[in-house]
Protein backbone atom coordinates (compact mmCIF):
# COMPACT_ATOMS: atom_id res chain seq x y z
CA UNK A 1 0.00 0.00 0.00
CA UNK A 2 1.33 3.31 -1.14
CA UNK A 3 2.07 6.24 1.32
CA UNK A 4 -1.36 7.94 -0.55
CA UNK A 5 -3.64 5.42 -0.17
CA UNK A 6 -2.82 4.99 3.41
CA UNK A 7 -3.70 8.89 3.71
CA UNK A 8 -6.67 8.56 1.75
CA UNK A 9 -7.84 5.16 3.94
CA UNK A 10 -7.45 7.64 7.59
CA UNK A 11 -9.39 10.45 5.85
CA UNK A 12 -12.37 7.85 5.83
CA UNK A 13 -12.17 7.08 9.09
CA UNK A 14 -13.85 8.37 12.26
CA UNK A 15 -11.93 9.85 15.20
CA UNK A 16 -13.15 12.56 17.62
CA UNK A 17 -10.97 15.46 18.10
CA UNK A 18 -9.42 16.83 20.80
CA UNK A 19 -11.22 20.42 21.14
CA UNK A 20 -7.63 22.00 23.03
CA UNK A 21 -5.38 21.12 20.05
CA UNK A 22 -8.26 22.20 17.40
CA UNK A 23 -8.36 26.13 19.02
CA UNK A 24 -6.57 29.27 18.72
CA UNK A 25 -5.57 31.26 21.57
CA UNK A 26 -8.32 33.83 21.19
CA UNK A 27 -10.77 31.09 21.62
CA UNK A 28 -8.80 29.41 24.38
CA UNK A 29 -9.19 32.85 26.28
CA UNK A 30 -13.04 32.91 25.28
CA UNK A 31 -12.64 29.60 27.05
CA UNK A 32 -11.50 30.24 30.35
CA UNK A 33 -13.61 33.18 30.26
CA UNK A 34 -16.74 31.76 29.56
CA UNK A 35 -16.05 28.84 32.75
CA UNK A 36 -15.09 31.91 35.04
CA UNK A 37 -18.62 32.64 34.58
CA UNK A 38 -20.13 29.70 34.57
CA UNK A 39 -17.82 29.00 37.82
CA UNK A 40 -19.77 31.77 39.64
CA UNK A 41 -22.74 30.80 38.59
CA UNK A 42 -22.79 27.25 39.86
CA UNK A 43 -20.83 28.03 43.25
CA UNK A 44 -23.81 30.44 44.02
CA UNK A 45 -26.38 28.54 42.75
CA UNK A 46 -26.68 25.03 44.34
CA UNK A 47 -30.43 24.59 44.35
CA UNK A 48 -33.25 24.12 41.94
CA UNK A 49 -34.91 27.11 43.57
CA UNK A 50 -31.55 29.50 43.47
CA UNK A 51 -31.11 28.22 39.96
CA UNK A 52 -34.28 29.08 38.56
CA UNK A 53 -34.26 32.75 40.65
CA UNK A 54 -31.05 33.28 38.90
CA UNK A 55 -31.56 32.28 35.33
CA UNK A 56 -35.06 34.13 35.35
CA UNK A 57 -32.86 37.19 36.78
CA UNK A 58 -30.79 36.86 33.24
CA UNK A 59 -33.58 36.15 31.36
CA UNK A 60 -35.00 39.68 32.30
CA UNK A 61 -31.83 41.55 31.82
CA UNK A 62 -31.68 40.40 28.53
CA UNK A 63 -35.03 41.49 27.62
CA UNK A 64 -37.27 38.58 28.61
CA UNK A 65 -41.01 39.29 30.01
CA UNK A 66 -43.21 36.95 32.04
CA UNK A 67 -45.53 35.61 29.55
CA UNK A 68 -48.10 36.95 31.38
CA UNK A 69 -47.44 40.17 30.38
CA UNK A 70 -48.14 39.59 26.88
CA UNK A 71 -51.82 39.49 25.43
CA UNK A 72 -50.21 38.42 21.54
CA UNK A 73 -47.25 36.94 20.66
CA UNK A 74 -45.01 37.65 17.03
CA UNK A 75 -41.72 37.48 15.87
CA UNK A 76 -39.18 38.17 18.03
CA UNK A 77 -40.52 38.86 21.06
CA UNK A 78 -38.76 36.70 24.13
CA UNK A 79 -40.82 35.26 27.05
CA UNK A 80 -40.62 32.84 30.08
CA UNK A 81 -42.29 31.07 32.79
CA UNK A 82 -41.32 29.96 36.26
CA UNK A 83 -43.32 26.95 37.55
CA UNK A 84 -43.03 26.64 41.56
CA UNK A 85 -39.95 28.53 41.81
CA UNK A 86 -37.82 24.99 40.52
CA UNK A 87 -38.63 24.75 36.62
CA UNK A 88 -38.57 27.13 34.12
CA UNK A 89 -39.06 27.61 30.40
CA UNK A 90 -38.05 30.55 27.73
CA UNK A 91 -38.49 30.76 24.13
CA UNK A 92 -37.37 33.21 21.12
CA UNK A 93 -40.38 33.34 18.36
CA UNK A 94 -38.61 32.46 14.96
CA UNK A 95 -39.35 33.42 11.78
CA UNK A 96 -41.12 30.66 10.69
CA UNK A 97 -44.74 29.88 11.82
CA UNK A 98 -44.96 27.83 15.17
CA UNK A 99 -46.83 24.75 13.57
CA UNK A 100 -43.79 24.21 11.73
CA UNK A 101 -42.10 23.36 14.85
CA UNK A 102 -39.93 24.30 18.15
CA UNK A 103 -36.36 23.72 18.63
CA UNK A 104 -36.11 22.63 22.08
CA UNK A 105 -32.96 22.34 24.18
CA UNK A 106 -34.23 21.11 27.47
CA UNK A 107 -32.58 19.75 30.77
CA UNK A 108 -32.86 19.82 34.43
CA UNK A 109 -31.53 21.70 37.13
CA UNK A 110 -31.91 19.50 40.57
CA UNK A 111 -29.05 17.16 41.54
CA UNK A 112 -28.30 14.63 44.30
CA UNK A 113 -28.34 15.71 47.60
CA UNK A 114 -29.62 15.34 50.95
CA UNK A 115 -32.91 16.89 51.84
CA UNK A 116 -34.02 17.76 55.67
CA UNK A 117 -36.49 15.44 56.94
CA UNK A 118 -39.89 16.97 57.83
CA UNK A 119 -39.12 16.10 61.50
CA UNK A 120 -35.30 16.43 61.06
CA UNK A 121 -33.90 17.98 64.72
CA UNK A 122 -32.81 15.65 67.88
CA UNK A 123 -30.45 15.64 70.22
CA UNK A 124 -28.07 12.51 71.13
CA UNK A 125 -24.63 11.78 72.11
CA UNK A 126 -24.53 15.50 73.45
CA UNK A 127 -24.81 16.57 70.29
CA UNK A 128 -27.98 18.10 68.47
CA UNK A 129 -28.56 16.91 64.47
CA UNK A 130 -30.48 17.03 61.44
CA UNK A 131 -31.88 13.68 60.22
CA UNK A 132 -32.01 13.33 56.04
CA UNK A 133 -33.16 11.80 53.01
CA UNK A 134 -30.96 11.57 50.34
CA UNK A 135 -32.06 12.87 46.60
CA UNK A 136 -31.08 11.01 43.84
CA UNK A 137 -28.56 8.44 43.05
CA UNK A 138 -26.04 8.64 45.45
CA UNK A 139 -23.01 7.16 47.09
CA UNK A 140 -23.84 7.68 50.86
CA UNK A 141 -20.31 6.82 51.89
CA UNK A 142 -18.83 10.25 49.98
CA UNK A 143 -21.31 12.17 51.60
CA UNK A 144 -19.61 11.85 55.55
CA UNK A 145 -16.59 13.98 56.87
CA UNK A 146 -16.42 16.68 54.89
CA UNK A 147 -17.99 20.73 55.48
CA UNK A 148 -21.78 20.79 53.88
CA UNK A 149 -23.92 23.81 53.74
CA UNK A 150 -27.42 24.19 54.44
CA UNK A 151 -29.55 26.05 51.32
CA UNK A 152 -33.81 26.54 51.16
CA UNK A 153 -36.62 28.10 52.03
CA UNK A 154 -38.77 27.77 55.19
CA UNK A 155 -42.25 28.56 54.29
CA UNK A 156 -44.14 29.83 57.68
CA UNK A 157 -47.97 29.10 58.36
CA UNK A 158 -48.97 32.68 57.47
CA UNK A 159 -47.28 31.91 53.80
CA UNK A 160 -43.98 34.19 54.97
CA UNK A 161 -41.05 32.77 53.38
CA UNK A 162 -37.61 32.21 54.96
CA UNK A 163 -34.39 31.65 52.95
CA UNK A 164 -31.52 29.73 54.32
CA UNK A 165 -28.32 29.81 53.11
CA UNK A 166 -25.57 28.62 55.98
CA UNK A 167 -22.15 27.50 54.94
CA UNK A 168 -20.82 29.20 51.97
CA UNK A 169 -19.69 32.30 53.60
CA UNK A 170 -16.01 32.40 54.73
CA UNK A 171 -17.29 33.49 58.13
CA UNK A 172 -20.40 30.76 57.98
CA UNK A 173 -20.46 27.87 59.90
CA UNK A 174 -20.35 24.68 58.62
CA UNK A 175 -22.20 21.25 59.19
CA UNK A 176 -20.70 17.78 58.75
CA UNK A 177 -21.71 14.03 58.86
CA UNK A 178 -19.46 11.83 60.84
CA UNK A 179 -17.79 8.49 60.53
CA UNK A 180 -16.68 6.16 62.50
CA UNK A 181 -13.02 6.60 63.11
CA UNK A 182 -10.41 2.86 61.43
CA UNK A 183 -9.57 2.39 65.13
CA UNK A 184 -12.97 1.33 65.85
CA UNK A 185 -13.98 0.46 62.41
CA UNK A 186 -13.29 -2.97 62.43
CA UNK A 187 -16.83 -4.30 61.42
CA UNK A 188 -17.76 -1.29 58.96
CA UNK A 189 -15.07 -2.22 56.94
CA UNK A 190 -16.17 -5.79 55.96
CA UNK A 191 -19.28 -4.29 54.72
CA UNK A 192 -20.03 -3.49 51.18
CA UNK A 193 -19.82 0.15 50.02
CA UNK A 194 -22.90 0.10 49.41
CA UNK A 195 -23.75 -0.65 53.32
CA UNK A 196 -20.90 0.99 55.30
CA UNK A 197 -23.01 4.29 55.24
CA UNK A 198 -26.09 3.47 55.98
CA UNK A 199 -29.58 6.14 54.84
CA UNK A 200 -30.31 6.51 58.22
CA UNK A 201 -27.21 7.48 59.35
CA UNK A 202 -26.52 10.62 57.39
CA UNK A 203 -27.22 12.64 60.24
CA UNK A 204 -26.02 16.22 59.96
CA UNK A 205 -24.18 17.81 63.14
CA UNK A 206 -25.20 21.04 63.80
CA UNK A 207 -24.88 21.92 67.63
CA UNK A 208 -23.03 21.46 70.73
CA UNK A 209 -23.44 23.76 73.43
CA UNK A 210 -26.05 23.54 75.92
CA UNK A 211 -28.59 26.03 77.28
CA UNK A 212 -27.92 26.80 80.95
CA UNK A 213 -31.52 25.87 81.74
CA UNK A 214 -31.85 23.20 84.72
CA UNK A 215 -35.89 22.47 83.18
CA UNK A 216 -34.77 22.18 79.70
CA UNK A 217 -34.84 18.24 78.73
CA UNK A 218 -32.96 18.66 75.94
CA UNK A 219 -30.47 21.13 76.45
CA UNK A 220 -28.58 21.12 72.94
CA UNK A 221 -31.31 20.90 70.92
CA UNK A 222 -33.36 23.91 72.95
CA UNK A 223 -30.21 25.94 72.52
CA UNK A 224 -30.33 25.29 68.42
CA UNK A 225 -33.91 26.48 68.43
CA UNK A 226 -33.08 29.41 70.48
CA UNK A 227 -30.78 30.41 68.05
CA UNK A 228 -33.06 29.51 64.99
CA UNK A 229 -36.01 31.95 66.57
CA UNK A 230 -33.72 34.76 67.22
CA UNK A 231 -31.72 34.58 63.60
CA UNK A 232 -33.91 33.30 61.52
CA UNK A 233 -37.55 33.70 63.48
CA UNK A 234 -37.92 29.61 62.62
CA UNK A 235 -39.63 27.24 65.39
CA UNK A 236 -39.75 23.55 65.50
CA UNK A 237 -42.95 23.30 63.54
CA UNK A 238 -41.30 25.29 60.25
CA UNK A 239 -39.47 22.38 59.71
CA UNK A 240 -42.48 20.49 58.53
CA UNK A 241 -43.20 23.18 55.36
CA UNK A 242 -39.70 24.34 54.46
CA UNK A 243 -37.64 22.60 51.20
CA UNK A 244 -33.93 22.68 53.02
CA UNK A 245 -31.16 20.64 50.91
CA UNK A 246 -27.95 19.87 52.32
CA UNK A 247 -25.39 20.24 50.18
CA UNK A 248 -21.29 20.51 49.87
CA UNK A 249 -19.56 23.68 50.49
CA UNK A 250 -17.22 23.90 48.10
CA UNK A 251 -16.51 26.28 45.62
CA UNK A 252 -16.21 25.52 41.86
CA UNK A 253 -12.46 25.51 41.06
CA UNK A 254 -10.26 25.02 38.61
CA UNK A 255 -8.35 21.37 38.64
CA UNK A 256 -5.00 20.61 37.40
CA UNK A 257 -2.16 22.50 36.58
CA UNK A 258 -3.06 23.42 33.44
CA UNK A 259 -6.50 24.65 34.98
CA UNK A 260 -8.40 22.22 32.10
CA UNK A 261 -11.12 21.20 34.15
CA UNK A 262 -13.56 22.52 36.07
CA UNK A 263 -14.07 20.91 39.36
CA UNK A 264 -17.63 21.54 41.19
CA UNK A 265 -20.87 20.18 42.54
CA UNK A 266 -23.99 20.03 40.26
CA UNK A 267 -22.32 19.50 37.17
CA UNK A 268 -24.93 16.98 36.37
CA UNK A 269 -27.09 18.80 35.39
CA UNK A 270 -26.58 22.53 35.65
CA UNK A 271 -23.80 22.37 33.28
CA UNK A 272 -26.32 21.56 30.63
CA UNK A 273 -28.44 24.15 32.12
CA UNK A 274 -25.84 27.08 32.14
CA UNK A 275 -25.19 26.46 28.59
CA UNK A 276 -28.57 26.22 27.21
CA UNK A 277 -29.43 29.40 29.24
CA UNK A 278 -26.38 31.15 27.62
CA UNK A 279 -27.34 30.00 24.12
CA UNK A 280 -31.02 31.19 24.31
CA UNK A 281 -29.19 34.92 25.63
CA UNK A 282 -26.94 34.78 23.10
CA UNK A 283 -29.37 34.31 19.88
CA UNK A 284 -29.73 36.49 17.39
CA UNK A 285 -32.91 35.65 14.85
CA UNK A 286 -34.03 32.11 15.03
CA UNK A 287 -35.35 30.86 12.13
CA UNK A 288 -37.55 28.80 14.36
CA UNK A 289 -39.03 29.26 17.74
CA UNK A 290 -36.65 28.41 20.06
CA UNK A 291 -37.40 26.97 23.54
CA UNK A 292 -35.01 26.29 26.92
CA UNK A 293 -36.52 23.84 29.27
CA UNK A 294 -34.51 23.78 32.77
CA UNK A 295 -36.97 21.08 34.14
CA UNK A 296 -36.43 19.67 38.03
CA UNK A 297 -36.99 16.30 39.84
CA UNK A 298 -35.22 14.01 37.24
CA UNK A 299 -32.88 12.83 39.16
CA UNK A 300 -35.72 10.84 40.87
CA UNK A 301 -37.89 10.00 37.98
CA UNK A 302 -38.72 13.75 36.78
CA UNK A 303 -42.43 13.05 38.74
CA UNK A 304 -44.06 15.63 40.32
CA UNK A 305 -45.22 19.02 39.26
CA UNK A 306 -41.98 20.46 38.60
CA UNK A 307 -40.87 17.40 36.55
CA UNK A 308 -40.97 16.37 33.09
CA UNK A 309 -43.98 13.99 33.49
CA UNK A 310 -45.95 16.93 34.42
CA UNK A 311 -48.49 18.84 31.85
CA UNK A 312 -46.19 21.91 32.28
CA UNK A 313 -44.19 21.58 29.43
CA UNK A 314 -47.44 21.00 27.20
CA UNK A 315 -49.21 23.63 28.67
CA UNK A 316 -46.46 26.17 28.12
CA UNK A 317 -47.14 24.86 24.65
CA UNK A 318 -50.33 25.32 24.35
CA UNK A 319 -50.05 28.94 26.02
CA UNK A 320 -47.16 29.71 23.15
CA UNK A 321 -50.29 28.82 20.74
CA UNK A 322 -53.09 30.46 21.66
CA UNK A 323 -50.69 33.77 22.31
CA UNK A 324 -49.75 33.40 18.26
CA UNK A 325 -52.87 32.43 16.86
CA UNK A 326 -56.19 33.79 16.50
CA UNK A 327 -57.68 30.25 15.99
CA UNK A 328 -56.43 28.26 18.66
CA UNK A 329 -57.07 24.20 18.52
CA UNK A 330 -55.51 21.66 19.93
CA UNK A 331 -54.95 20.50 16.70
CA UNK A 332 -52.67 23.36 16.53
CA UNK A 333 -50.60 22.29 19.39
CA UNK A 334 -50.19 19.02 18.55
CA UNK A 335 -48.62 19.80 15.06
CA UNK A 336 -46.02 22.05 17.18
CA UNK A 337 -45.27 19.10 19.12
CA UNK A 338 -44.47 16.59 16.11
CA UNK A 339 -42.96 18.94 14.58
CA UNK A 340 -40.12 19.73 17.04
CA UNK A 341 -36.54 18.88 17.49
CA UNK A 342 -35.20 18.37 20.47
CA UNK A 343 -31.73 18.28 22.42
CA UNK A 344 -32.16 16.36 25.55
CA UNK A 345 -29.63 18.06 27.52
CA UNK A 346 -27.67 16.13 29.45
CA UNK A 347 -24.54 14.67 30.72
CA UNK A 348 -22.53 11.54 29.90
CA UNK A 349 -19.83 9.52 31.88
CA UNK A 350 -16.35 10.83 30.69
CA UNK A 351 -13.69 8.03 30.36
CA UNK A 352 -12.01 6.88 33.91
CA UNK A 353 -9.20 4.91 33.29
CA UNK A 354 -9.12 3.91 37.40
CA UNK A 355 -12.25 1.96 36.51
CA UNK A 356 -11.70 0.83 32.65
CA UNK A 357 -13.48 -2.41 33.12
CA UNK A 358 -17.31 -0.56 33.47
CA UNK A 359 -16.32 1.52 30.17
CA UNK A 360 -16.70 0.44 26.83
CA UNK A 361 -13.63 1.91 25.57
CA UNK A 362 -14.21 2.16 21.68
CA UNK A 363 -17.90 3.96 22.71
CA UNK A 364 -16.74 5.93 25.84
CA UNK A 365 -16.68 9.62 26.21
CA UNK A 366 -13.57 11.37 26.57
CA UNK A 367 -12.92 14.86 28.51
CA UNK A 368 -11.81 17.56 26.31
CA UNK A 369 -13.17 16.00 23.02
CA UNK A 370 -16.12 18.25 22.87
CA UNK A 371 -20.29 18.03 23.70
CA UNK A 372 -21.47 13.99 23.58
CA UNK A 373 -24.22 12.86 21.04
CA UNK A 374 -25.79 9.95 22.76
CA UNK A 375 -28.06 7.99 20.37
CA UNK A 376 -29.59 6.31 23.03
CA UNK A 377 -29.60 5.65 27.04
CA UNK A 378 -31.30 3.01 29.09
CA UNK A 379 -29.81 0.46 30.39
CA UNK A 380 -29.05 -3.22 29.30
CA UNK A 381 -31.55 -3.93 26.06
CA UNK A 382 -31.96 0.05 25.91
CA UNK A 383 -34.28 -0.19 28.24
CA UNK A 384 -35.73 3.14 29.98
CA UNK A 385 -34.94 5.65 26.78
CA UNK A 386 -35.81 6.51 23.31
CA UNK A 387 -33.49 6.56 20.86
CA UNK A 388 -32.69 8.90 18.24
CA UNK A 389 -33.55 7.96 14.26
CA UNK A 390 -30.47 7.91 11.84
CA UNK A 391 -31.69 11.10 10.06
CA UNK A 392 -31.72 12.83 13.07
CA UNK A 393 -28.60 12.04 14.01
CA UNK A 394 -27.41 12.87 10.52
CA UNK A 395 -28.50 16.13 10.88
CA UNK A 396 -27.26 17.24 14.18
CA UNK A 397 -23.58 15.79 13.44
CA UNK A 398 -23.99 17.90 9.81
CA UNK A 399 -25.16 20.90 11.88
CA UNK A 400 -22.06 20.70 14.40
CA UNK A 401 -19.51 19.73 11.63
CA UNK A 402 -20.99 22.98 9.54
CA UNK A 403 -20.79 25.22 12.41
CA UNK A 404 -17.21 23.81 13.77
CA UNK A 405 -18.69 22.63 17.29
CA UNK A 406 -15.99 19.87 18.87
CA UNK A 407 -18.27 16.48 19.37
CA UNK A 408 -18.45 12.77 20.04
CA UNK A 409 -20.39 9.73 20.67
CA UNK A 410 -20.80 7.32 23.32
CA UNK A 411 -22.75 5.35 24.99
CA UNK A 412 -23.21 4.91 28.97
CA UNK A 413 -20.85 2.19 30.33
CA UNK A 414 -20.63 -1.02 29.20
CA UNK A 415 -23.47 -3.40 27.61
CA UNK A 416 -25.49 -4.81 30.57
CA UNK A 417 -23.11 -3.20 33.58
CA UNK A 418 -25.33 -0.09 34.23
CA UNK A 419 -26.96 2.72 32.53
CA UNK A 420 -29.07 5.70 32.78
CA UNK A 421 -31.69 8.11 31.09
CA UNK A 422 -32.74 11.49 30.78
CA UNK A 423 -35.66 13.42 30.00
CA UNK A 424 -35.01 12.63 26.47
CA UNK A 425 -38.22 9.67 26.68
CA UNK A 426 -40.80 11.85 27.82
CA UNK A 427 -39.85 14.35 25.04
CA UNK A 428 -39.99 11.69 22.66
CA UNK A 429 -43.90 10.47 23.85
CA UNK A 430 -44.60 14.09 21.94
CA UNK A 431 -43.75 12.25 18.79
CA UNK A 432 -40.58 14.65 18.43
CA UNK A 433 -37.18 13.73 16.94
CA UNK A 434 -34.97 13.76 20.33
CA UNK A 435 -31.22 13.21 20.86
CA UNK A 436 -29.14 12.66 24.31
CA UNK A 437 -26.28 15.57 24.38
CA UNK A 438 -24.10 16.72 26.51
CA UNK A 439 -20.49 17.18 28.34
CA UNK A 440 -18.82 13.82 29.56
CA UNK A 441 -18.18 14.17 33.77
CA UNK A 442 -15.99 12.57 36.04
CA UNK A 443 -17.33 11.37 39.01
CA UNK A 444 -21.08 12.02 38.22
CA UNK A 445 -23.57 11.81 40.86
CA UNK A 446 -20.25 12.78 43.37
CA UNK A 447 -20.62 15.25 45.71
CA UNK A 448 -17.49 17.11 43.46
CA UNK A 449 -18.08 16.67 39.74
CA UNK A 450 -15.07 17.51 37.21
CA UNK A 451 -16.09 18.89 33.51
CA UNK A 452 -13.40 19.74 30.64
CA UNK A 453 -13.76 23.35 30.12
CA UNK A 454 -13.22 23.10 26.51
CA UNK A 455 -16.79 20.49 26.49
CA UNK A 456 -18.74 23.22 28.39
CA UNK A 457 -18.00 25.62 26.15
CA UNK A 458 -18.67 24.00 23.08
CA UNK A 459 -21.34 22.42 24.75
CA UNK A 460 -22.76 26.34 24.53
CA UNK A 461 -21.78 26.20 20.82
CA UNK A 462 -23.52 23.49 20.20
CA UNK A 463 -26.98 24.50 21.68
CA UNK A 464 -26.70 28.19 20.29
CA UNK A 465 -26.15 26.62 16.59
CA UNK A 466 -28.83 24.78 17.12
CA UNK A 467 -31.41 27.06 18.36
CA UNK A 468 -29.98 29.86 15.55
CA UNK A 469 -31.00 27.14 12.66
Same mark, same amino acid.
Given at each position: ??????????????????????????EREEVFS??????????????????????????????????????????????????????????????????????????????????????????????????????????????????????????? %??? $?? *??? #? &??? +? !?? /????? =??????????????????????? %??? $?? *??? #? &??? +? !?? /????? =???????????????KEEDFIS???????????????? /????????????????????????????????????????????????????????????????????????????????????????????????????????????????????????????????????????????????KAGVIWQ?????????????????????????????????????????????????????????????
Open positions: MTEQEKNKKNENAYEAKNAWLEMGEEFNKAYADFLTKNKTEREFARAAAAELEEAGFKNIEQYESLKKGDKVYVMNRSRALLAAVIGEKELTEGLKIVGSHIDSPRLDLKPKPLYEDGEMSLFKTHYYGGVKKYQWVTMPLAIHGVVVK %EDG $NQ *VEI #S &IGE +N !DD /DPVFF =ISDVLPHLGKKQMKKSMNEGITG %EQL $NV *VIG #S &IPV +N !DE /DAKEK =IKTAVLSHLIEEYNIADLQVVPAFKTRDAGF /DRGLLAGYGHDDRVCSYTALEAILDLNEPEYTSLVLLMDREEVGSMGSTGMQSHFFEDQVANLVDLYYSDYSELLVRKVMQNSKVLSADVNAAYDPDFAEVYAKHNSAYLGKGIVISKYTGARGKAGASEASAEFMGEIRGLFNTAELGKVDEGGGGTIAQFLANYNMDVVDCGPAVLSMHSPYEVVSKADVYHTYLAYNVFLEN
